[in-house]
């Protein structure tokens, strides 16, 4: 039985804590799916999670605006990733792929979300590029003016959804200025003429991943989000609501690796008696807690004080990004100690979980560049 003794904190309204309930509930009904066919999989489990309505906090109803609730978004990733890293991914990517529609678009634009939400579409977040990963200021690719319309020249990758979305949001220089202020962000749909995919990725969790090429691929100016030069704004505002989500998804990771840790050396007998009167098998079991609950404390200290008006809160997600990925790796790789042979067996779940953390100290800022977010954060205060 995983510790739920967390909701209980102050972070939480009981809204959050029923929430919980009866994601988890449902998680053990329809969780996990097979992964063999990745795309077929996804497309599935955004269908499912759309069907049940648990897609809905993922982006603004255009119904009844209201800011994205970090906190459900939070607890419901933590849920998912605790029971399948598959269906975080999912529901993951419908946030992300729309958060820059939800903070800045048109109600034209918003009229995606009612879709998306219900899992009628799959969208993407198109910002890295072969050259510009980190450096994101440094992208190449381009979109011109071109009567009423915009033409976009140029790859990106590394693009989860790529291959599969149903729209994409992308970031392109217009050349308003140099580096990051002459950047726009762009709604391109999946069957746009000109887009095509380059390359299929393979990583060690799969999931949908590309590079996308656009050869001249043309869009209305309506497609334009904000203002022309807003994009390096846009995808940075998204990512500031999104990356505490990140050290959200490991927390569910390194949650599941701890159970199974505590149910493994109660079961198993080594020595004569179960491993778990074995001191340094506590002592892993002890640091193992530690992380979970510290990393608990900043995602959801990072989701409170998003919800509860901060315009930003740059310095609390690096932290809780940061802290929550790289200690449960350190969590999922203790839990494989524990599990001995059984643990890097093909199939075994801590295995996967060993599989699955890794992205997460990558994607969405590396764990570096967090560190560096944080120092300037900190010095600047000084
Ligand atoms: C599984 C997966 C899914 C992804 N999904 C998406 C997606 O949906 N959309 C999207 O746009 N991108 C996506 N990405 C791309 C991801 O955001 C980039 O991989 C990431 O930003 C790092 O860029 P890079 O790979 O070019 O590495 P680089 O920028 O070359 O960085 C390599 C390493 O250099 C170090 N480093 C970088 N900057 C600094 C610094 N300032 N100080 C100190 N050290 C530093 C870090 O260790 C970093 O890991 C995904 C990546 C992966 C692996």
Same mark, same amino acid.
């Given at each position: 039985?995983?510790?739920? &003794? $967390?909701?209980?904190?102050?972070?939480?309204? *009981?809204?959050?804590?029923?929430?919980?309930?009866?994601?988890? &509930?449902?998680? /053990?009904?329809?969780?996990?799916?097979?992964?063999?066919?990745? *795309? /077929? !999989?996804?497309? /599935?489990?955004? !269908?499912?999670?759309?069907? *049940?309505?648990?897609?809905?906090?993922?982006?603004?109803?255009? !119904?009844?605006?209201?800011?994205?609730?970090?906190?459900?978004?939070?607890?419901?990733?933590?849920?998912?990733?605790?029971?399948?890293?598959?269906?975080?991914?999912? $529901? !993951?990517?419908?946030?992300?792929?729309?958060?820059a529609i939800t903070l800045f678009g048109t109600p034209e634009q918003q009229r995606w979300l009612g879709k998306t939400r219900a899992g009628q579409a799959i969208s993407a977040f198109a910002l890295s590029e072969p050259r510009s990963g980190s450096d994101v200021a440094n992208m190449e690719m381009t979109a011109v003016r071109d009567g009423g319309d915009y033409?976009?020249?140029?790859?990106?990758?590394?693009?989860?959804?790529?291959?599969?979305?149903?729209?994409?949001?992308i970031f392109a220089r217009t050349g308003e200025a140099p580096g990051a202020k002459g950047i726009s962000a762009f709604i391109v749909p999946g069957d746009a003429k000109g887009l095509g995919i380059a390359e299929r990725l393979e990583v060690i969790a799969p999931h949908p991943l590309a590079r996308l090429s656009f050869d001249n691929v043309r869009v209305p100016a309506s497609a334009l989000i904000g203002k022309p030069g807003d994009g390096f704004r846009i995808a940075m505002s998204v990512l500031d609501v999104f990356r505490s989500t990140v050290g959200a998804a490991a927390l569910g990771f390194a949650r599941r690796a701890l159970d199974e840790s505590v149910s493994r050396a109660a079961e198993r007998k080594l020595f004569g008696a179960p491993m778990a009167e074995l001191q340094i098998v506590q002592g892993h079991i002890a640091d193992m807690a530690l992380d979970v609950d510290a990393a608990a404390l900043l995602i959801y200290r990072a989701a409170w004080t998003k919800d509860t008006g901060a315009a930003r809160v740059t310095r609390e997600a690096a932290m809780a990004k940061l802290f929550a990925t790289d200690k449960a790796q350190e969590v999922i790789d203790k839990a494989v100690q524990l599990h001995g042979g059984d643990g890097v067996r093909k199939g075994h779940i801590v295995e996967s979980l060993y599989r699955e953390i890794r992205a997460l100290r990558i994607y969405e800022g590396a764990s570096d560049v967090q560190k560096v977010v944080i120092a300037r954060q900190v010095m600047g205060a000084v």
């Open positions: 039985m995983p510790d739920r &003794s $967390f909701l209980n904190w102050p972070f939480f309204e *009981d809204r959050h804590r029923q929430l919980a309930e009866r994601l988890d &509930s449902w998680c /053990a009904k329809n969780l996990p799916v097979d992964h063999h066919e990745v *795309d /077929a !999989a996804c497309r /599935a489990l955004v !269908a499912k999670l759309g069907r *049940d309505g648990w897609l809905k906090p993922t982006a603004l109803d255009p !119904a009844n605006p209201g800011p994205l609730d970090v906190r459900t978004l939070c607890i419901t990733r933590e849920t998912l990733a605790r029971h399948d890293g598959l269906a975080d991914f999912a $529901f !993951a990517m419908q946030g992300l792929g729309t958060g033409v976009l020249s140029g790859e990106k990758t590394w693009i989860s959804n790529g291959g599969i979305a149903d729209l994409y949001v």
